[in-house]
């Protein structure tokens, strides 16, 4: 498949995502320059009921604390705006940079899960147990029309 319609479906997944749970992917963008670096957000997981925070970036970003920023806005968004009451996040076992982030935004190794034919570590956090700093996050909706 051309990478135009990988996107333009990604796309399509994202948008429907968001109409159906109320949540979903936001675009990473550079601060300075605008440029997109990743993604980021919440997932609903349909195989388990319950919703993930994801993160994604362009490899030239990581280990500069983005993931994390980004992490922690996501279950900022998810508590504050949404009202959840446990958000999870998954990751490869290897991946430490991944896990680290999750252990820095507060969430706990809970057990080791097999999910869409991988092996993955899985952490969660409460409501009542993230902790609301000062940071700050900008989220720009964009209306279309058709």
Not at 39 to 57: F, R
Not at 94 to 118: D, P, W
């Amino acid at each position: 498949m051309p990478p135009h319609q990988r996107a333009e479906r990604a796309l399509q997944f994202v948008q429907e995502h968001w109409a159906r749970h109320g949540n979903g992917l936001w675009a990473v963008t550079e601060r300075i320059t605008g440029q997109f670096i990743g993604q980021g957000g919440l997932n609903y997981l349909d195989e388990t009921g319950e919703v993930e925070v994801d993160y994604a970036l362009a490899r030239a970003y990581w280990g500069r604390g983005i993931a994390t920023e980004v992490a922690r806005a996501s279950l900022r968004f998810g508590f504050e705006h949404l009202g959840l009451e446990r958000i999870i996040g998954l990751a490869v076992p290897e991946n430490i940079a991944s896990r680290r982030v999750l252990e820095r935004i507060g969430m706990v190794f809970v057990k080791e899960t097999h999910l869409f034919g991988l092996d993955l570590v899985n952490y969660t956090i409460e409501r009542d147990q993230f902790l609301i700093d000062s940071s700050r996050y900008l989220i720009i909706l964009h209306e279309t029309t058709e």
